[in-house]
């Protein structure tokens, strides 16, 4: 039965690959406690695999020899792919996060797309690149620029101890500049109080200044966002 037709040594390594691949971008993200992880991108992966791999041989198989543009497949699942990456990207005032990790997902795709068309030496380097890229070269970009350096607090304190003022002397005077991105209120059973995002930009040390912070009168925790995009 045409259905059922076992499938080619090809056709098994692209989708054993396509998830060994996918799953490794996936697993940095995951390590790194990003919102799309290894399950994500070895599914949009397997997707992009599939899709490529009808375009391919299930067309041809299922109506005969005729003219068909495969490559059309391989240019909707790169326009597909950005509803998934726009759902992990987070826009709050002039502060962008999940861009990365949008980037890994769209990645992701393409090495299914490169591992459904037999690309599989191409789909090696694209991973190994990818790895390079936030192992090797983002690390040293902040290495470079750590006298700009860019990060964000998270201050949660009570009110009426003058915590966030306090909070943001101590950033100026450890050679920060501070702004406050976001604030939001919160109440607890004993005390009521903000929960407030604060921008970063400076030379100075960031563990040092969290914990003066977390020394500050009112104070309930400090923490770093994560400041990769």
């Not at 791999?53 to 020899?65: E, F, P």
Request: aromatic share 8%; charged share 15%; glycine share 12%.
């Amino acid at each position: 039965m045409q259905g059922f037709q076992m499938p080619s040594q090809v056709q098994v390594m692209s989708v054993v690959l396509t998830v060994i691949l996918c799953g490794l971008i996936g697993f940095e993200r995951e390590y790194l406690k990003h919102d799309a992880g290894i399950r994500t991108h070895i599914l949009v992966g397997l997707g992009s695999c599939l899709f490529t791999m009808v375009s391919i041989y299930g067309i041809q198989s299922a109506v005969g020899n005729f003219s068909w543009d495969a490559s059309r497949i391989a240019a909707g699942v790169a326009s597909g792919i950005g509803f998934i990456g726009a759902g992990v990207i987070f826009f709050n005032h002039d502060s962008v996060r999940g861009l990365t990790t949008a980037s890994a997902i769209w990645v992701a795709s393409a090495v299914g797309v490169a591992c459904g068309a037999g690309l599989f030496t191409l789909a090696i380097l694209a991973v190994a690149l990818y790895f390079v890229s936030v192992l090797i070269i983002s690390p040293i970009v902040k290495w470079v620029l750590r006298n700009r350096q860019h990060t964000v607090l998270r201050i949660l304190y009570k009110d009426g101890h003058g915590s966030l003022r306090q909070s943001l002397l101590l950033a100026g005077r450890l050679g920060f500049e501070a702004r406050v991105l976001s604030t939001r209120e919160v109440s607890r059973d004993d005390w009521h109080g903000a929960d407030v995002s604060v921008a970063l930009l400076g030379k100075g040390e960031v563990s040092d200044l969290m914990e003066v912070i977390g020394q500050t009168d009112g104070v309930q925790a400090v923490e770093v966002l994560d400041g990769d995009d």
